[in-house]
């Protein structure tokens, strides 16, 4: 077979890197490259994005390591019987070109994961090789977050977290039914066990740069995690509910979410057509309730139909209080932040905003328009000092008032 040079390398393995989501600059520690120490910084744009053709934003450089693996994933492109070209780069290419990107301005971090080469123990090492090398040779500062190996060893995960940013350890579907028909090599106990192993690791940090300021930072944009949606038969409600579980087992700080994508010769138990990109994006939605609106898992799931599947025409919020609309209206000169937050088309700028002004005086309907979007969608959930929705969120056609409209796309827009 002939030798591919590191440009066709990079072709293989950073298209074959699209397909993972779970990536994002936020969170971590500021440190930087002024006075002349070091190379790279966390500070100002972050990692810059690029595209996938399907519209979701990714970070460069995001590469594999290498694209071989000896698992048989059926949702992986680069499952062990994928009818695809193999290409792998050596631990001082990725350093090389991290490097070489970072001083060109393309890139302020690297994102790296791989397929599994020889065994789970031997990939992982090769990934921590990268990250050592470039934190304590080159001492580089940019963002790092590395993708562990499935069934590595608990001490090569934990000496990831000394030199990454973030490190993610993917569930990869959200039941353990999905994931032995799915990923007969993977195991869902062991994934769990990797995810305690470095919640108590990231804990462990923390304490001791506490204790002592020289401690080195451990993963201070902590671990995450990523499920694929709509390849198996879960519904939203289940995604939810694991997504919750997740949370509050592990202390994850994201969990992503990644619609499947359809792959070249996909295998027979896939479903033949990708899931609307929408549902992805009402999942971060509910995601969002969750962790910033106060919404817990079970209501979340309320607002789904019977069939557990989140409305795709209107946000889970939405959705929520027009299943529930005994909650409304409320009045923004008297509720506090916990029902405000409930009401659909505040958010939680809007509703600090609120909570601010009403100290001075009584809040009208102009007053609360002017910190929306769209008053047509919050007046029938509020009072004001000048307005109450006189049964209007009785009415049989609430929705159709205050659903988004359908709207004909322009052919010819950029």
Same mark, same amino acid.
């Given at each position: ?37 070091? %190379? ?7 990692? $810059? ?7 979701? $934003? ?10 071989? $693996? ?5 949702? $992986?492109?680069?499952? !062990? ?34 397929? %599994? ?13 990268? +990250? ?11 963002? %790092? ?87 198996? +038969? ?10 919750? #579980? ?41 995601? @969002?309730?969750m962790r910033f609106y106060g ?19 209107i946000d889970p919020k939405l959705? @929520? ?17 916990? #029902? ?11 509703? !600090? ?6 100290? @001075? ?25 000048? @307005? ?25 827009? +950029?």
């Amino acid at each position: 077979m002939a030798q591919l040079d590191t440009r066709q390398k990079l072709a293989i393995l950073a298209d074959a890197a699209k397909y993972d989501a779970s990536c994002a600059s936020s969170g971590t520690s500021k440190r930087d490259s002024r006075g002349g120490k070091g %190379i790279g910084s966390t500070e100002g744009m972050g990692i $810059c994005h690029a595209y996938a053709p399907d519209g979701r $934003c990714i970070s460069l450089l995001k590469i594999l390591l290498t694209n071989s $693996c000896i698992f048989d994933c059926h949702y $992986c492109i680069n499952r !062990k019987s994928s009818n695809v070209r193999r290409a792998r780069f050596t631990v001082e290419e990725v350093v090389h070109l991290t490097l070489a990107f970072y001083k060109r301005n393309y890139i302020e971090g690297l994102f790296l994961s791989s397929g %599994i080469i020889r065994s789970s123990n031997y990939t992982m090492e090769q990934l921590v090789e990268v +990250a050592r090398q470039l934190r304590e040779v080159h001492d580089f500062r940019g963002y %790092i977050h590395l993708k562990t190996i499935p069934d590595a060893d608990s001490e090569l995960v934990r000496q990831a977290g000394l030199h990454a940013d973030r490190v993610s350890i993917n569930v990869e579907l959200p039941t353990e039914r999905g994931l032995t028909t799915l990923a007969p090599d993977k195991n869902g106990a062991r994934i769990e066990g990797a995810m305690r192993d470095m919640k108590g690791a990231i804990e462990d940090g923390r304490d001791a740069r506490q204790k002592y300021k020289s401690a080195p930072r451990f993963a201070p944009a902590g671990q995450s995690t990523q499920m694929i949606v709509g390849a198996d +038969a879960a519904s939203d409600g289940d995604i939810v509910t694991r997504a919750s #579980q997740l949370y509050d087992r592990f202390g994850l700080r994201r969990v992503y979410y990644s619609a499947f994508s359809p792959i070249p010769s996909p295998s027979a138990v896939l479903p033949l057509k990708r899931p609307p990109l929408m549902r992805e994006h009402r999942l971060y939605q509910s995601d @969002w309730l969750m962790r910033f609106y106060g919404f817990k898992p079970k209501e979340v799931v309320s607002a789904a139909g019977e069939d557990g599947m989140l409305p795709l025409d209107i946000d889970p919020k939405l959705a @929520w209080a027009l299943k529930f609309r005994d909650a409304f209206p409320v009045d923004v000169n008297r509720a506090p932040r916990e #029902q405000l937050l409930r009401i659909p088309g505040l958010g939680t700028k809007a509703v !600090k905003r609120i909570l601010r002004s009403r100290r @001075w005086r009584s809040l009208t309907l102009d007053d609360v328009a002017r910190l929306t979007v769209s008053v047509s969608k919050v007046r029938p959930f509020i009072i004001t000092a000048d @307005w109450r929705p006189t049964f209007l969120t009785d009415r049989s056609d609430l929705k159709a008032l205050v659903a988004p409209k359908e709207q004909q796309l322009d052919l010819f827009a +950029a």
